[in-house]
């Protein structure tokens, strides 16, 4: 039943995140049968309340929990920073948890924070997924959201990168775009806006190589025109003759 789609998954489905539109039937590549055989547990060892605690990715790997509590403290009170470090080498893994002592505070830096710049680097803000998104699969077991094309693990559903559109979907209320809160419906429109967006500029580059090619087609046009007008010239003069 395709009335319920919407383009920021409610539950997580291995299948449908590996389909562009969330409407594939059949696994397409090994990470999405190493997701859907996986039978994953969040971990035990992980404290604090999942729905006031924010998941920041892409961070520089010199960033330090005091960089990271000087610029989210900005939105609220946090009562918790986790950054995410290798168990051998003590290095940083690139990403944290961040949890809040108010909704607010979350809700505030979901919004605000996305795509802020820390350290050279444009970070990526969701809400923490492993425990509180119904059957969730990390990216290691062939789960996830987002991911490169190169590497051939695509996942949509996420804030990144949300379902597209499918074109046989029957008409459906606006609301179902975002259920819930204000917030939620503002990110999924931030999602849907990035596809629209890619597209439009792949309409405008199209559109500035056509002039070229037509210059490149009237140029050897020309040239062959001139080339007739002289063949012709040069009959007119044996006739004269």
């Not at 969040?42 to 330090?64: I, M, S």
């Not at 607010?104 to 809400?127: G, S, Y």
């Not at 975002?178 to 890619?198: F, H, L, V």
């Amino acid at each position: 039943a395709m009335n319920d789609w919407a383009p920021i998954a409610k539950e997580y489905d291995p299948l449908k995140a590996g389909s562009i539109d969330g409407t594939d039937e059949e696994p397409h590549d090994r990470a999405i049968w190493r997701a859907m055989l996986a039978r994953y547990v969040p971990n035990k060892g992980v404290t604090g309340d999942p729905h006031l605690t924010l998941f920041v990715a892409r961070l520089n790997l010199q960033t330090t929990e005091e960089k990271l509590k000087e610029v989210f403290s900005r939105y609220g009170d946090i009562r918790k920073i986790r950054l995410v470090r290798d168990l051998v080498t003590g290095f940083s893994k690139g990403y944290a948890f961040i949890e809040y002592k108010e909704e607010r505070a979350l809700l505030k830096a979901h919004r605000d924070a996305n795509r802020l710049v820390i350290d050279q680097h444009e970070i990526f803000v969701d809400f923490e997924l492993e425990r509180t998104l119904k059957g969730w699969i990390p990216r290691r077991l062939g789960g996830g959201f987002g991911g490169k094309k190169e590497s051939g693990q695509l996942r949509f559903g996420g804030r990144d990168r949300p379902f597209r559109k499918p074109i046989n979907l029957p008409n459906v209320k606006n609301d179902v775009y975002g259920e819930g809160s204000a917030e939620k419906r503002n990110w999924s429109r931030e999602g849907t806006r990035d596809w629209r967006t890619r597209d439009r500029d792949h309409e405008r580059s199209r559109d500035k190589r056509w002039p070229e090619r037509e210059r490149s087609w009237t140029w050897g046009e020309s040239e062959r025109d001139s080339k007739e007008e002289r063949s012709r010239g040069r009959e007119r003069k044996d006739r004269d003759r």
